[in-house]
């Protein structure tokens, strides 16, 4: 079983930056791809970004320009650095791994971003 556990969360005014962090452990497979999504209340989970196990990386198109997902595989960890933050980008983000040689794939709990004046 593998465990996510997303941080770094919180209240942030609108033009500000803030990374978020996804620390996987529990898994004796390899982590193959890392993926970030979001929700916000009233909306269906949204794809943010992928990274591979190589370091490929995809963003949807919101999201291009302004947010960089990057992983630490020694530490089994990715990271999504959100900079030039909107109240749109307010929601719960959630952090996905695609595990082992079927892809199954685990989520964390969810880390909760206010962009708010």
């Known amino acids: 079983q593998v465990q996510l556990v997303e941080s770094g969360g919180g209240l942030v005014q609108p033009g500000g930056s803030l990374r978020l962090s996804c620390a996987a452990s529990?898994?004796?497979?390899?982590?193959?791809?890392m993926d970030w999504y979001r929700q916000t209340p009233g909306k269906e989970r949204e794809f943010v970004a992928h990274?591979?196990?190589?370091?490929?990386?995809s963003y949807a198109d919101s999201m291009e320009g302004r947010f960089t997902i990057s992983r630490d595989s020694a530490k089994n960890t990715a990271y999504l650095q959100m900079s030039s933050l909107k109240p749109e980008d307010s929601g719960v983000y959630y952090c996905?791994?695609?595990?082992?040689?079927?892809?199954?794939?685990?989520w964390g709990k969810g880390t909760l971003v206010t962009v708010s004046s």
């Open positions: 996905s791994a695609s595990v082992g040689v079927y892809g199954t794939r685990y």
């Open positions: 990274i591979t196990s190589g370091g490929g990386t």
């Open positions: 529990g898994s004796d497979f390899s982590i193959n791809a």
